[in-house]
């Protein structure tokens, strides 16, 4: 990714292009629906049926809601692909964001089936949206423009600033008045994001009308036949294994497990293979897997925030200030808030910094220390806790605090470093590589997640933060191999 920003891309957002704003707004908007929506989907699982529910176990709702966010990354490799040979990048995110915003208008309808065709179309959606959008931030900034790494955590308090706003609006919503109606904000969020993206179109640098990769004319029209017969037979295979009781959840739940290891291992080795990336490209992919290894296990972390940690907190967190319940949903929020007040500090210690900052490895290993901390507290905060019991706030604000300043670390720097590292002709389908690390988190949770209340939560949430403390540490022993093999990331 060398492009240099266009004559249109002025120094108008903290010092930062102006289309950064666009995007800015994009995904602020884009992650209130999405994690407005994915803070109550769990507690949706899991509530009675009677009660507006689908009346699942908490441990099955768990590994459903982990298996749906396999599937929204799984699906980011196509949106890659698509925008990197038919599509181009900014239509890729519009078409993306549309039918976000139809999944959620879906699941505002009170049906159970409804929730599914919903759930389809916002992970076809975001699969199209989310690699694109941050490979757009990218191409704002030469390569070797030193505010990159602080225009991507700008950029992330965007994102948190949504993260923030949706579980408040949709948690309310949610828990107090109805499911249905939680889901109706998150469409309207989205909505509102897709009106500024399309108003803000000519702030964008690098946009491009087509693909800046096209197919030729004749393999682009076979391409777009076989994508849609093939989703067609897809969904008519999965639909008669469905009726026939062949397909149920859990293998379902399974099966998506096994894709998501089997996805980056294969997309690893076409790029390796491909004739289009030369040898130097080659080279700066090898490091790279270790940054997608350490994602993988620090997001396996975060994504329980929205399975394990929120049905901790519906159980067991205290919801009372001065007499008023708020919803338990709310602790989400914390995360939101975290990012928002901490990435500009981050953001500014970086460019403060300058080239005396830490390189994008060490960066990185510290996110997953910080996300193996956040786990680690929850296990004396859990500790000989039996039968009805409640926990002070602080243990889940200290959870979600430590975890926040681990995403910004780790994730900032991740989508950042995965620009620079990226080859050429794959420079969106890279970022979907870095989605597909979210993939494999997700996959691994669907599974792990099922010993949730089987085993004891203090072993549990112990476990899982020491691990990833460990992957950390091992992160930042092979730091003088990635310093000398990472470049030109710094």
Not at 121 to 150: F, H, Q, W
Not at 453 to 469: I, T
């Amino acid at each position: 990714m060398t492009e240099a920003p266009t004559p249109r891309a002025g120094h108008a957002f903290f010092g930062h292009p102006r289309g950064l704003l666009t995007l800015f707004g994009l995904e602020m908007w884009e992650r209130f629906s999405f994690l407005g929506m994915q803070a109550i989907l769990v507690l949706y699982f899991s509530d009675q049926v009677a009660s507006g529910g689908l009346g699942m176990a908490q441990n099955t709702a768990a590994s459903v809601t982990a298996a749906y966010g396999t599937l929204v990354y799984l699906v980011s490799v196509a949106g890659g692909w698509l925008a990197d040979r038919i599509l181009g990048s900014y239509r890729a995110v519009l078409w993306g964001g549309a039918l976000i915003a139809l999944g959620h208008y879906a699941m505002a309808v009170p049906a159970a089936a409804m929730t599914w065709v919903g759930l389809g179309l916002i992970i076809a959606g975001t699969g199209l949206l989310k690699p694109n959008v941050s490979t757009m931030v990218g191409k704002l900034y030469a390569t070797d423009d030193e505010r990159r790494d602080a225009g991507f955590a700008l950029y992330y308090m965007g994102i948190n600033i949504g993260a923030f706003l949706g579980p408040l609006i949709t948690g309310w919503l949610g828990q107090k008045q109805g499911w249905h109606l939680g889901f109706s904000a998150a469409a309207v969020g989205m909505t509102l994001g897709l009106v500024q993206y399309v108003l803000g179109r000519r702030r964008l640098a690098g946009r491009r009308d087509g693909a800046e990769f096209a197919l030729l004319p004749s393999t682009m029209r076979r391409a777009v036949w076989l994508i849609v017969c093939g989703t067609l037979l897809v969904a008519a295979l999965a639909t008669t294994l469905a009726l026939t009781g062949l397909l149920t959840l859990p293998r379902t739940v399974d099966a998506l497990t096994v894709l998501s290891v089997i996805a980056p291992v294969v997309y690893f080795a076409v790029m390796f293979k491909s004739p289009q990336v030369s040898a130097e490209e080659r080279g700066r992919l090898r490091p790279y897997i270790v940054l997608f290894a350490a994602s993988v296990v620090f997001n396996f972390i975060l994504f329980q925030s929205y399975s394990t940690m929120t049905l901790l907190a519906a159980d067991h967190a205290r919801t009372a200030v001065l007499g008023w319940d708020f919803p338990s949903t709310w602790y989400n929020s914390v995360l939101g808030v975290a990012e928002v007040l901490l990435a500009p500090v981050v953001a500014a210690v970086w460019v403060k910094l300058g080239r005396r900052q830490p390189h994008a490895s060490r960066k990185i290993a510290y996110g997953v220390l910080l996300g193996g901390l956040s786990f680690l507290v929850m296990a004396p905060a859990t500790t000989g806790r039996t039968g009805d019991w409640t926990m002070a706030a602080w243990w889940l604000v200290g959870s979600y605090v430590l975890l926040g300043l681990g995403d910004i670390l780790l994730e900032t720097t991740g989508m950042s470093a995965t620009t620079k590292l990226a080859p050429a002709a794959f420079a969106s389908q890279t970022m979907a590589l870095w989605f597909l690390s979210l993939a494999l988190a997700n996959g691994i949770q669907a599974q792990a997640v099922k010993l949730f209340g089987v085993l004891p939560n203090d072993l549990y949430f112990g476990l899982n933060g020491a691990f990833a403390v460990v992957v950390g540490l091992a992160v930042i022993a092979a730091g003088p191999w990635l310093r000398r093999t990472m470049h030109p990331v710094r």
